[in-house]
């Protein structure tokens, strides 16, 4: 089944202590890239990649860092979070940047930081 | 980035009306629109792309009218699963950095 595939779905976590959400798809997808959707600002794209090693800004990079060192994965990095990134966090690909409007989502990720 | 804006409702609405909401976007130069349906604490998922002609699947039509620069999703004969909320995508250039998301129109068939 062609799917995008997150972990963990839930984390409660405390300020400071790194994590890491991973995201995968079995698609053979060039673009993926990473959202956060927060109530009355909808989903808003944290980082971007275009292919393997390829990686860029989003609208609201500032506290995440992430990496495309295999083409399925593109996990997302939290070195010190806070509570200002409690949020819904999604993961999504397409097969090309040119077809990035019809975008395939991962499951989402509860992020809850104390 | 350039606005892209929706009605965030909630739209309610009786079983079996017809209803029908907008997106607007601010740029004249984006090309490509899209429909994307999201479910309560769900993943958005593709509803449909939106064609410079119109286009119709099944119950849903989109349309593009780029004079007066907005999209829109008409829903016929409304089922009380199509209660969700509706997002658009506009896209306004090559890059990754022209795709938009509209922050939704939350919409409530009621039975």
């Known amino acids: 089944e062609a799917q995008v595939t997150q972990n963990p779905r839930y984390l409660i976590t405390v300020t400071g202590k790194k994590l890491t959400v991973t995201c995968s798809q079995n698609m053979n997808h060039e673009y993926m890239s990473w959202y956060r959707q927060d109530p009355g600002l909808g989903l808003r794209q944290i980082y971007y990649?275009?292919?393997?090693?390829?990686?860029d800004k989003g609208d609201v990079p500032e506290g995440y860092k992430v990496s495309r060192k295999e083409k399925r994965n593109f996990p997302l990095i939290l070195e010190s979070p806070s509570p200002n990134q409690t949020s819904l966090y999604f993961c999504?690909?397409?097969?090309?940047?040119?077809?990035?409007?019809?975008?395939?989502f991962g499951p989402g990720t509860r992020l809850t930081v104390l | 980035r350039k606005e892209v804006e929706q009605d965030p409702g909630p739209f309610n609405v009786p079983e079996g009306a017809t209803v029908a909401f907008n997106c607007t976007y601010s740029?004249?130069?984006?090309?490509?629109f899209f429909w994307y349906r999201q479910d309560c604490r769900k993943e958005p998922k593709l509803l449909m792309s939106?064609?410079?002609s119109g286009n119709e699947d099944g119950r849903f039509t989109a349309q593009l009218n780029r004079a007066s620069q907005y999209i829109s999703l008409l829903i016929r004969d409304s089922k009380l699963s199509d209660s969700a909320t509706y997002l658009c995508?506009?896209?306004?250039?090559?890059?990754?950095?022209?795709?938009?998301f509209g922050k939704g129109t939350h919409l409530i068939i009621q039975p």
């Open positions: 939106v064609y410079s």
């Open positions: 999504a690909s397409s097969l090309t940047l040119a077809g990035a409007g019809e975008q395939f």
């Open positions: 990649s275009m292919n393997v090693e390829v990686t």
């Open positions: 995508v506009v896209i306004s250039g090559g890059g990754a950095d022209g795709l938009t």
């Open positions: 740029n004249s130069a984006s090309q490509s």
